[in-house]
C-alpha cells in the first residue's frame, strides 16, 4: 500500500440534484477489505443510471460518490485474493464510486483486461457491452434473420448494440435525433435510421406492414408508445430504460389489444449472476474489439473534475457513444 496517498480526489454530491451537486472532494482513500481490490482508475465509464441515481430517481445514500464502471491497474489486494495481483490491468461494470482517482472492486466481478486492449477501451466496454449482450443472447435470443428496432443508435448502448446485432445477421431498424447521429449509426451497420418523430408507422411501413421481432428501448418515456406500435404480432418490447424518463403504469390489456406482445423491464445486474456468466460475456466482447469486429467508439473523455459537464451533455443528447471521465 506503500504507493497510495491516504487521500485522494473524488466527485461526491452531498445531496441529490442537477449536474451542479457533482463537486471534486479530497477523500480518504478507500482500503480493499476481504475478496476486494483497490484499483488506481484510468477512466471511468459514465452511464445513464448514474444520472438517475444522482436526482434521486433511483435510491442511493447521500453523500453520493456515482460510477460503477472503470479500469486501471490493481495497487493493493485484501486478504484472500488469490486470482488477482498488484500490477494487474482490470476493468469492471460492478465497481462503487469509479468517479474517483482510487476505487474498491469485488475480486469476484473484476475483469482481467486481455493484453492488447487499451484502458481506455476496456473502461468504455464493460457496462454497455455486456448490456447489448444480455439483450440479445439472454432476454431475446437474436437470430439471423430477426427484425429489431433499437432507439438511440448513435448512443453508448446503441452503436455496440447494433454493430452486435448485424453480426448475428439481424436486420436493424434504429431511431436518432441528428444528422450527425445518423452518419455514426449507419457506420455501425443499421440499416435504415429514422427520427423519432413518427417512427411507428415508419417501421411498420418498412416491415410490409408486419412489425418487428423485438424493441430494444432504452428511451423509455417518450418512445414506449411507439415501440408498442411498431411490433409484430407476439412481438416483444424490452424496455431497458428511461433517457426520456421512466414510462408510468401501463395497463396489461393493451398487450392483448397489440396482438399478444410481450414486454419486460431487465437490468445488467440480472445478468452477472455468478464467474462463468461475467466470463461469457466479456470475454465476447474482448474477443470482438481485439479481433476488430465490434468497434468501441469514445465519444467523449472529460477529466474528472467536470463530471458535472458529463452528465450534463449526456442528459442534453450532446453525446455519442461512451463518455469517460479521466481522472
Ligand atoms: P446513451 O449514450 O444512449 O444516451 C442516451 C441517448 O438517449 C441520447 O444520446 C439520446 O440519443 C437518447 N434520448 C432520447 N430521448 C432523450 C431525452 N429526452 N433525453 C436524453 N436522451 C434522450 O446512454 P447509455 O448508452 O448510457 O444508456 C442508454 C439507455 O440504456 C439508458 O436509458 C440507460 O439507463 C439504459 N441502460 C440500461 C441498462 C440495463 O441493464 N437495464 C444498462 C445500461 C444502460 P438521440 O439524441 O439520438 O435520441
Not at 463537486?23 to 445513464?48: E, H, I, K, M, Y
Not at 434473420?145 to 432507439?151: A, P, Q, Y
Not at 421512466?246 to 390489456?253: I, K, S, T
Not at 463530471?307 to 449526456?314: E, F, K, M, V
Request: hydrophobic share 45%.
Amino acid at each position: 500500500m506503500s504507493a497510495v496517498p491516504t487521500s485522494s480526489l473524488a466527485i461526491v454530491a452531498a445531496v441529490p440534484g442537477g449536474p451542479e451537486v457533482l463537486a471534486t472532494a479530497s477523500v480518504r482513500t478507500p482500503s480493499p477489505g476481504p475478496g476486494q481490490l483497490l484499483v488506481r482508475v484510468a477512466a471511468a465509464g459514465v452511464n445513464f443510471i448514474e444520472t438517475y441515481e444522482r436526482t434521486g430517481t433511483y435510491n442511493v445514500p447521500f453523500p453520493f460518490t456515482p460510477g460503477s464502471e472503470a479500469a486501471g491497474t490493481i495497487v493493493a489486494v485484501g486478504e484472500g485474493v488469490a486470482d488477482f495481483a498488484v500490477g494487474q490491468r482490470v476493468a469492471t461494470a460492478e465497481g462503487r464510486a469509479t468517479y474517483a482517482e482510487y476505487a474498491v472492486v469485488d475480486a469476484a466481478a473484476a475483469l482481467p483486461v486481455p493484453d492488447g486492449i487499451p484502458i481506455d477501451v476496456a473502461a468504455a466496454l464493460p457496462l454497455q457491452g455486456m448490456t447489448a449482450h444480455y439483450l440479445i443472447n439472454s432476454t431475446f435470443k437474436v437470430a439471423s434473420g430477426h427484425t429489431v428496432l433499437t432507439h438511440a443508435g448513435a448512443g453508448g448502448v446503441g452503436l455496440l448494440l447494433t454493430q452486435l446485432l448485424k453480426a448475428r445477421g439481424a436486420r436493424v431498424l434504429t431511431t436518432v435525433s441528428s444528422d450527425a447521429k445518423e452518419a455514426l449509426a449507419r457506420a455501425a451497420g443499421a440499416d435504415e435510421v429514422l427520427r423519432y418523430d413518427g417512427f411507428a408507422p415508419a417501421v411498420r411501413e418498412l416491415t410490409g406492414g408486419v412489425g418487428v421481432d423485438v424493441v430494444f428501448d432504452g428511451v423509455g418515456k417518450d418512445t414506449f408508445d411507439g415501440s408498442l406500435a411498431a411490433l409484430r404480432t407476439r412481438g416483444m418490447l424490452v424496455l431497458f430504460g428511461g433517457a426520456s424518463g421512466q414510462v408510468p403504469p401501463f395497463e396489461l390489456q393493451r398487450l392483448n389489444a397489440g396482438g399478444s406482445l410481450f414486454v419486460t423491464r431487465p437490468k445488467l445486474k440480472d445478468h452477472l449472476l455468478d464467474a462463468a456468466e461475467r466470463r461469457w460475456r466479456a470475454g465476447e466482447l474482448f474477443a470482438a474489439v481485439a479481433d476488430g469486429s465490434l468497434d468501441v467508439r469514445i465519444g467523449a473523455r472529460y477529466p474528472l473534475a467536470r463530471a458535472a459537464d458529463a452528465h450534463t451533455d449526456l442528459q442534453a443528447r450532446k453525446t455519442t457513444g461512451k463518455v469517460l471521465l479521466v481522472p
